[in-house]
């Protein structure tokens, strides 16, 4: 599976963006995918998760209410739309394929392909 992330930028507090990620080489919409992001001097860390088909989302706290994440099946597309944008969302956002059969949403372990990575500045 190939992963290409896009949608990054520079953005003042209180801001929006809307983060995209191109899947192709795996059926797209059998596949649960996971948003994660690593901020400097940071590990990687969960974002948030979607089911295969789109019926249940799943986020870490700090972005809950905030970020919400949707998927377009038919054009093999993930989205990320960050709402009310803080300086501590400050990163680089990955989207990720989750492993067939597992059951783990959260860890970075279970997820096997990942994109580039795309730039999130967050200006105060």
């Known amino acids: 599976v190939q992963l290409q992330a896009s949608g990054g930028g520079l953005v003042q507090a209180g801001g929006s963006l809307r983060l995209s990620c191109a899947a192709s080489?795996?059926?797209?919409?059998?596949?649960?995918m996971g948003w994660f992001r690593q901020g400097p001097g940071k590990e990687r860390e969960f974002v948030g998760f979607?089911?295969?088909?789109?019926?249940?989302?799943l986020y870490a706290d700090p972005v809950k209410g905030r970020f919400a994440i949707s998927r377009d099946d038919a054009e093999s597309t993930l989205y990320l739309q960050m709402n009310s944008l803080k300086p501590e969302d400050t990163a680089v956002y990955y989207c990720a394929a989750r492993r067939r059969g597992s059951l783990v949403i959260d860890s970075l372990k279970e997820y096997e392909y990942w994109g580039q990575g795309t730039q999130v500045t967050v200006s105060s």
């Open positions: 080489g795996r059926t797209f919409n059998s596949t649960a």
């Open positions: 979607i089911s295969q088909g789109g019926g249940m989302t």
